[in-house]
């Protein structure tokens, strides 16, 4: 399948699976301690993609080959999350190590100050050589306007549509490789990079990728900066995918569902009806998408093959978040459940344990303190991750972490637009619990994911010792309702900011955002339930 583009493709596959045999089988020689020298690392991280996709059954939808070869030479964590299922935010939390409500990262406008000490900053002060390449999206003061404004005003009484409907469209024939220009640039660029400047290197490297791909593409005709509702690829891609596997999701009838879903359905444009067949080609084409996203990922670890690199080269594939793919009928991501939430996390190389499945709960926090014991950096004492090292090596946690065991629970929260409430997830064993606000207001979700993968059926009822000894171990890691309440004066100020810098256009500006299909029926009904919401006091 070599052709349009440089792809690497099955047969090219199969020449990547005998020439990594020889090393993937190894296993490190003994050596005395500072002996071995330290591997080279390569990170790729993609944007939208369900973590689900990477093992079984959710592997059966679409042919992801290189994530399926970096799980048969590596390990494949199964319950690993986005510690905010936005951009930006955890996108921070991944190059900070903390988790958002210390980097303060509250929406896709707010991330950490540009001279924030990341990861790849240690590693290049200690002696690593570093190249970034396409997406970053951690640092402040990006996205839309819409976007910011949108967050804002989550607080405010009223009900308005921020994206446009979600829809698909296919373009090009079955030689359309090159769907996502952009991220195949970035790919070209990292690709180059390999084969003509880490290829020649003394010293050990730290490559990151990030992708836009499977994320949706802008909808045009949605408005200012445009919403993002379309779901675009091409014949070559469709064809990777099994249609007959596909499941439709059931939905909860809009009065049965819970109130903030009702309000990030509505906000997402997703309340009126789909057909099944909407529903089904919506999620093949997101399907399609991630398959574009792993041949960008093959065409790495080819890379490395050709330069003799992949031997000493520790690779790990992640993404910020995932994709609802109208699961709970919303598409995009901003929820905690598992679509949204749930991420791929994939690592392979020099001394990693092949053909792993990591049942315990991870994160993407994890990666700063992971990337620092690769290049044996001491940690700083006050990260919120735990390194995964011991746990690709199939060691027990606490034979060897100086901190102690990692705790048996990730945490999650979401603070951004098309949610009215603050949200708060903690994911144990096999229960995730869902708080709000400020833990009285609105009610809180609990889903037992052994019984119910789909999470249909809120237990929070039926079992509330459950919840009582959950959100006590929350409280304990963050105080919640004085977070919630912090966002809710941040979200405030921000606004009344921006308002006044407006001016007299201030009336023209706010009407014509991404909300401008439902605002400008009855724009002066809307900026008085704003100017209502700032004159209440907190």
Request: one cysteine or more.
């Amino acid at each position: 399948m070599r052709g349009r583009g440089g792809r690497l493709g099955r047969a090219g596959l199969a020449l990547l699976l005998m020439a990594a045999a020889p090393w993937v089988g190894a296993r490190p020689r003994p050596a005395a301690p500072g002996d071995q020298p330290r591997p080279s690392v390569v990170l790729v991280a993609c944007d939208s993609l369900d973590g689900r996709l990477t093992f079984y059954p959710g592997n059966q939808t679409v042919d992801l080959p290189f994530i399926n070869f970096m799980k048969r030479y590596g390990t494949v964590f199964l319950n690993a999350y986005t510690n905010s299922p936005i951009c930006c935010p955890s996108r921070a939390a991944m190059w900070s190590g903390l988790f958002t409500h210390l980097t303060e990262s509250w929406n896709n406008f707010k991330g950490l100050d540009p001279d924030y000490v990341t990861w790849m900053d240690l590693m290049e002060k200690h002696g690593y050589r570093t190249q970034k390449y396409g997406k970053l999206d951690y640092t402040s003061g990006h996205h839309s306007v819409s976007n910011r404004v949108e967050a804002w005003t989550r607080d405010v009484d009223f009900l308005l549509r921020q994206e446009g409907r979600p829809m698909v469209n296919l373009t090009g024939d079955r030689t359309h490789v090159r769907v996502m220009e952009t991220d195949w640039r970035n790919t070209d660029k990292a690709v180059n990079w390999i084969k003509e400047e880490a290829i020649n290197l003394t010293q050990p490297f730290v490559l990151y990728l990030g992708l836009n791909l499977p994320h949706p593409y802008p909808s045009p005709y949605a408005g200012e900066n445009y919403g993002s509702s379309t779901f675009l690829t091409s014949p070559y891609w469709l064809e990777r995918v099994t249609y007959e596997a596909i499941k439709i999701p059931k939905w909860s009838s809009l009065s049965e569902m819970h109130p903030v879903d009702y309000y990030s359905s509505y906000t997402k444009n997703c309340t009126g009806k789909f057909t099944k067949q909407e529903v089904r080609s919506i999620r093949a084409f997101y399907y399609a998408m991630c398959a574009e996203t792993d041949a960008m990922l093959g065409e790495v670890i080819s890379a490395l093959r050709d330069t003799g690199l992949l031997k000493k080269t520790i690779v790990i594939f992640t993404a910020d978040h995932g994709e609802l793919a109208m699961e709970h009928r919303q598409f995009y991501k901003m929820s905690m459940y598992e679509g949204s939430s749930h991420v791929p996390l994939l690592v392979m190389g020099p001394g990693i344990k092949e053909q792993q499945q990591v049942p315990n709960v991870v994160s993407l926090v994890d990666i700063y303190p992971t990337m620092l014991d690769i290049a044996k950096i001491p940690a700083p004492q006050n990260l919120s991750g735990y390194s995964l090292m011991p746990l690709l090596h199939g060691k027990a946690e606490n034979e060897v972490s100086p901190r102690g065991p990692r705790p048996s629970w990730v945490l999650s929260e979401f603070h951004g637009c098309n949610v009215n409430s603050s949200t708060y997830m903690l994911r144990t064993d096999k229960w995730k619990y869902i708080a709000y606000s400020d833990g009285r207001s609105v009610l809180p979700q609990l889903f037992d994911l052994s019984d119910d993968p789909d999470e249909l059926t809120n237990v929070a009822v039926k079992f509330p010792v459950m919840v009582h000894s959950l959100d006590k171990i929350l409280r304990s890691i963050v105080n919640y309702p004085k977070v919630s309440s912090s966002v809710h004066e941040y979200n405030k100020r921000q606004f009344m900011s921006w308002k006044q810098s407006l001016g007299q256009n201030y009336s023209n500006v706010i009407a014509n955002l991404r909300w401008h299909q439902d605002w400008l029926k009855e724009p002066k009904k809307y900026e008085n339930a704003i100017d209502k919401w700032l004159s209440q006091s907190e």
